[in-house]
């Protein structure tokens, strides 16, 4: 990568850092587990719809243990709000007994292990090991998915390939917070039928085709 191109990308999350985002996850959580469950609950849904049924479930069940006493029948009323709400109290069960059974109730801290707990992909792995054990990982989502495109930081076609990329350019003084900066930007800002490009603090170094130009 040519230092042009370096020096832009780190001006981009330069800007970013400095607009004011909230520094965490959107999701309310109170350790490792709770954040794994809330992630899970949280794909095909929003983080808002997850965090009115939590605070009930965690109530009741907030370990392991707990939750696969709890069962998947009378799980079912806590999160049937939620879309796929009957795959996900599937994998939340199954995935609790998982934990018990070969990680002694513990969330694993590295990927290999974590994708293979049922109904934990990539992107869900990757947000437990960046908020849960602030590592570098570039959990990607559809903000961080369209605004890697929107901005020229990756072309891939798929989720896995745009991650994949963003480990390659990302500047490592960003590499923790990237996910998040782009996550929030997007919602706030970039969004994906409407951008706010007149109020964009990176609007300069952007030359989306999808960048609308505000005629004053």
């Given at each position: 990568m040519?230092m042009k191109?370096?020096?832009r990308?780190?001006?981009?999350?330069?800007?970013?850092s400095?607009?004011?985002?909230p520094?965490?996850?959107?999701?309310?959580?109170?350790?490792?587990?709770?954040?794994?469950?809330?992630?899970?609950?949280?794909?095909?849904?929003?983080?808002?719809?997850?965090n009115k049924?939590?605070?009930a479930l965690f109530k009741?069940?907030s370990?392991p243990?707990q939750?696969?006493?709890?069962?998947y029948?009378?799980?079912?009323?806590?999160?049937?709000?939620?879309?796929?709400f009957k795959?996900?109290?599937?994998?939340?069960?199954?995935?609790?007994?998982?934990l018990i059974?070969?990680?002694n109730?513990q969330?694993p801290d590295?990927l290999?292990?974590?994708?293979?707990l049922?109904?934990?992909?990539?992107?869900t792995?990757?947000?437990?090991l960046n908020?849960?054990?602030?590592?570098?990982?570039f959990?990607v989502?559809?903000?961080?998915?369209?605004?890697s495109h929107?901005?020229?930081?990756s072309t891939?076609k798929t989720?896995t390939q745009?991650?994949?990329?963003?480990?390659?350019?990302?500047?490592k003084?960003?590499a923790?917070?990237?996910?998040?900066?782009?996550v929030?930007?997007?919602?706030?800002?970039?969004k994906a039928r409407?951008?706010?490009?007149?109020?964009?603090?990176i609007?300069?170094?952007?030359?989306?085709?999808?960048?609308?130009?505000?005629?004053?």
């Amino acid at each position: 990568m040519n230092m042009k191109k370096m020096d832009r990308i780190n001006k981009i999350f330069e800007i970013l850092s400095t607009d004011h985002l909230p520094d965490t996850i959107a999701l309310e959580y109170t350790d490792l587990y709770t954040l794994l469950i809330s992630t899970i609950l949280s794909a095909q849904s929003t983080d808002v719809q997850v965090n009115k049924i939590t605070p009930a479930l965690f109530k009741v069940a907030s370990t392991p243990k707990q939750m696969v006493e709890l069962g998947y029948d009378n799980l079912i009323p806590y999160v049937r709000t939620v879309g796929l709400f009957k795959s996900k109290a599937r994998n939340i069960i199954a995935t609790s007994k998982m934990l018990i059974e070969e990680f002694n109730s513990q969330v694993p801290d590295n990927l290999n292990d974590l994708i293979k707990l049922p109904g934990v992909g990539r992107k869900t792995a990757n947000v437990v090991l960046n908020f849960g054990f602030h590592k570098a990982t570039f959990p990607v989502d559809t903000h961080v998915f369209r605004l890697s495109h929107r901005l020229a930081l990756s072309t891939g076609k798929t989720p896995t390939q745009v991650e994949l990329d963003l480990e390659k350019i990302v500047p490592k003084v960003w590499a923790k917070e990237a996910h998040n900066l782009l996550v929030w930007h997007g919602r706030n800002v970039c969004k994906a039928r409407k951008p706010e490009c007149a109020k964009c603090s990176i609007n300069e170094l952007c030359n989306s085709k999808d960048k609308i130009i505000t005629i004053k």
